[in-house]
């Protein structure tokens, strides 16, 4: 058992190596100062929809939030998808998705 058990160990450690081997040059954190070239570049952001972004907020909304809207840009936000749901759905965005259903 004992003999098996080890003959499995030295198995599994070989078959990390051969899979370490195969693995990108680049792995995250390693080379923090260079970009990996394989990754894709941002070229043109597109603004989120003004309408999605602002639901729920009273018209008219302030003039701090329009802009952060404009230059949100490519950047993830979760103010333009849903959350919970219930109370917590202050947008409404659910009840939006479930009527169109």
Partial sequence: ???ALGLLIIAAV???QVCAEDAPAYIGGMAPD???EDVP???AAQAPDKNSALRGIDQ???A???SVVEDQGA???PFTRPGM???YDIRKYHEARSAAH
């Fill in 75 to 77: 950047w993830y936000t």
């Fill in 85 to 87: 749901t219930g109370r």
């Fill in 64 to 66: 701090s939030l329009e």
């Fill in 34 to 36: 260079h970009r990996r």
């Fill in 41 to 43: 570049i941002v070229k």
């Fill in 60 to 62: 008219p909304p302030p």
């Fill in 14 to 16: 070989g078959a990390g």
């Fill in 1 to 3: 058992m004992k003999l």
